[in-house]
């Protein structure tokens, strides 16, 4: 399988984010890329390119704007401020109750002080923008572009290795470690040159609420999404069972809410069901949200998925005779992410999983 990867998310060095106003070791670090990566490699059977410049129209596409606009300057900005900070995090959000029985166009104008448009932009506190974020947020985009090109090219499945991620993104919000939707951006420009409907299938462990907002009153693209339940889980606020859409949108939008502890035959049950709704729905070309985080050692997620399961998602995805954009998401135990990556890669190229002799680490055993 063709992999399109770059090297500018080391751009992206994120050390810590903050839970409950404490700093604590980041989870969206540069090392969970290069770990799939060297796993890939090591394999034998990918092969890696880079990422083609793409430009910002297929963004604009997607995205307000404004949000673009903020999250090139928003660096540079905190430096000018003389403010000693390793790197932009809102405190104050705009949240919707601020403006509660006001007309529209009250309270949307953004501020000139770097932290208030932090929070005019952002849905979390958890998603640290830093020197290098506005260029590696750039290049995921042009990681899942070129992946569109390469199916484009003839190829039935690519994968592009895009870091930061991108499914919590909306057209005018950043959040949840994403920055630019990446898979957002790569079915609307799937729509554009083919004029087909294209499905996304999203199996990171969180509702990707970003994919679903952008595509909520779209007809021509079906949103299907696995996901921990939002009652008790990021994003919290989107992912239940009953958003269906709305408009031209509606029966566009399929959320599958699952339990936590959710082990390999449930997650496989609710794979089918998305696969079953994918079939029904028209395009040759699917976009898959990858995430790890579905992974039994997760160290911030609860389900209970194990390496070889992943072989089996890869292998039913692929059954569907679809083109396959697949585009990595979240997944966050650093220590089995090539292997997953692998396992699952391998199953949807129909080629069997041969566990990698050395990893320094065992599923069985504890945390690496
Ligand atoms: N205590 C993705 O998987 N909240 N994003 C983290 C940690 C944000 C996950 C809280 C989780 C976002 C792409
Ligand atoms: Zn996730």
């Given amino acids: 399988m063709r992999v399109v990867y770059s090297p500018a998310h080391l751009a992206h060095e994120i050390t810590f984010e903050t839970v409950m106003g404490v700093a604590v070791p980041a989870n969206e670090v540069a090392e969970r890329a290069e770990r799939i990566r060297a796993a890939l490699e090591a394999d034998g059977g990918f092969t890696l390119e880079g990422p083609t410049d793409h430009g910002l129209d297929p963004i604009l596409a997607v995205h ?5 606009r903020f999250l090139e300057e928003a660096w540079p900005e905190l430096r000018r401020s003389g403010l000693a900070r390793q790197a ?11 403006t509660d029985d006001m007309s529209a166009g009250i309270g949307d104008r953004e501020p000139r002080a770097i932290s208030g448009r932090a929070g005019y ?4 506190t ?23 090109d390469v199916v484009f090219d003839g190829e039935r499945a690519a994968y592009g290795l895009c870091r930061p991620p991108g499914h919590h993104a909306a057209r005018s919000m950043y959040g949840g470690y994403c920055f630019f939707n990446n898979a957002a951006i790569a079915a609307q420009s799937i729509v554009r ?12 462990y969180h509702h990707g609420n970003g994919t679903q907002q952008i595509f909520w009153r779209r007809g021509d693209v079906l949103y299907a999404s696995l996901h921990a339940d939002p009652a008790g889980q990021y994003p919290y606020y989107l992912g239940y069972a009953d958003e269906i859409g709305e408009d031209e949108g509606a029966g566009a939008n399929l959320n599958l809410p699952l339990p936590p502890g959710t082990g ?11 696969l079953e709704a994918i079939a029904g729905f028209g395009g040759s070309v699917v976009v898959v949200s990858l995430g790890f985080d579905t992974y039994a050692h997760d160290p911030i997620c609860d389900f209970a998925l194990t390496t070889d399961v992943y072989h ?11 083109s396959l954009v ?24 129909g080629r069997p999983f041969d566990p990698l002799p050395v990893q320094g680490f065992s599923e069985a055993g504890t945390r690496a």
């Avoid at 040159?193 to 990171?204: M, Q, S």
């Avoid at 089996?312 to 679809?322: D, K």
């Avoid at 979240?330 to 220590?335: A, D, K, N, Q, T």
Wanted: hydrophobic share 45%; charged share 25%.
């Fill in 64 to 68: 307000d704007p404004g949000l673009v």
């Fill in 88 to 98: 932009v995090i809102p405190e104050e959000l705009r949240v919707r109750p601020l």
């Fill in 121 to 124: 932009w952002a849905l979390d």
């Fill in 126 to 148: 958890s998603t640290p923008i830093v020197a290098g974020t506005y260029v590696a947020a750039r290049a995921a985009v042009d990681v899942a572009l070129t992946a569109v």
């Fill in 193 to 204: 040159r083919t004029g087909e409907p294209v499905a996304i299938l999203d199996l990171d």
């Fill in 264 to 274: 390999n035959e449930p997650y496989l049950a609710a794979v089918d069901r998305a």
């Fill in 312 to 322: 089996e998602i890869g292998r039913r995805v692929a059954s569907l005779g679809r």
């Fill in 326 to 349: 697949i585009l990595q998401e979240g997944g966050y135990y650093r220590p089995a992410l090539g292997e997953n990556a692998r396992s699952w890669l391998r199953g949807a190229e």
